[in-house]
């Protein structure tokens, strides 16, 4: 099992399918194939590892073999057949599986096996199997995309001036930060306002990226110019999307329709305000810079609480200090704080 984790780890972690890996083992225990599933379209792990069993020992490979798969083996036809299917096909006796799986559409595989004669093995490495795939499984155990709120600010917790400038109050190290982010998640989602007051990208530029460019997403009732950096991408077909409305729940419907598991939520206020309030942020990445305003835009708007009792409480899961550009005086250094809520919000 721990051979098919390391197999599955070789895959990014991004986009609407998990990172799988498969060993399959003959009756002495030595290996047979391996397998993994390189991502959407492409062979499932399972099958792949059958196909090498088939180019490497012939027809027949398989027949009496145990296969190892760090997920259940799926049960449905998707962009590809049911591995179930492959598996009782290629006459395989045994199956060992480290997590179940969380999608319903893709579930009872296990079961399936086990009606057919297969003895089943299950939960093997579950924990692990589940950290691979940390943010696919809360993805799919939510039923919507997952929401990182990314939110930079002053210590004092101002995003902007109060002229409504706003470049920049993190550091280089921790804006290039921030295009890491971006490239894990499926989509980048700001609202109108940030997109008048900013014209920013939303491109990954300053970090490896696997695939395509993140889904750009601007949620609000109001038109952007033409000559905005986000128009102007629309209009060359690229993948940035306009979403006319102010409902979050809205919002990630269409994105779990586009197969979008993971949403980073870059701002502003109102619209990271609107999402807090719905229940709908998951995890919160913050960067703050020891710089102080006294006045200016509020990095959250109107949460609707009134009274300390009622504060909005986080827990803290990590804490990292990203330097000062020691070659540039005017650079700031910034605290960064991984972030959940608490589940009683």
Known sequence: MQRALELAAQVPARGPNPRVGCVLLDAD???????????????????????????????????????????????????????????????????????????????????????????????????????????????????????????????????????????????????????????????????????????PDLTVRHAPLTGQQPDRVVVGLRDLPASSRLARAAAAGEAVLHLRTHDPHEVLDLLWFREHRHVLLEGGPALAAAFWRAGLVDDVVAYVAPVLLGVGAAAVADLGIGTIADAARLDLLDVAVLPRDSDDPTDTPTVRLALRPRKER
């Open 29 to 199: 225990g030595a290996t047979v194939a391996e397998g993994l599933h390189r991502g959407a379209g492409t062979p499932h792990a399972e099958v792949e590892a059958l196909r090498r069993a088939t180019e490497s020992r012939g027809p027949g490979a398989a027949r009496g073999a145990t296969a190892v798969v760090t997920l259940e083996p799926c049960n449905h036809h998707g962009r590809t057949g049911p591995c179930v299917d492959a598996l009782l096909a290629a006459g395989v006796a045994r199956v060992v599986h480290a997590q179940h799986d969380p999608n319903p559409a893709a579930s009872g595989g296990a079961a399936r096996l086990r009606a057919a004669g297969v003895e089943v093995v299950g939960g093997v490495l579950d924990d692990e199997a589940r950290a691979l795939n940390a943010t696919w499984t809360r993805a799919l155990e939510l039923g919507r995309p997952l929401v990182t709120w990314k939110v930079a600010s002053t210590l004092d917790g101002r995003s902007a001036a109060a002229d409504g400038t706003s470049r920049w109050i993190t550091g280089r190290a921790a804006r290039h930060d921030v295009h890491r982010l971006r490239a894990g998640a499926d989509a980048v989602v700001v609202g109108t306002g940030t997109a008048l007051a900013d014209d």
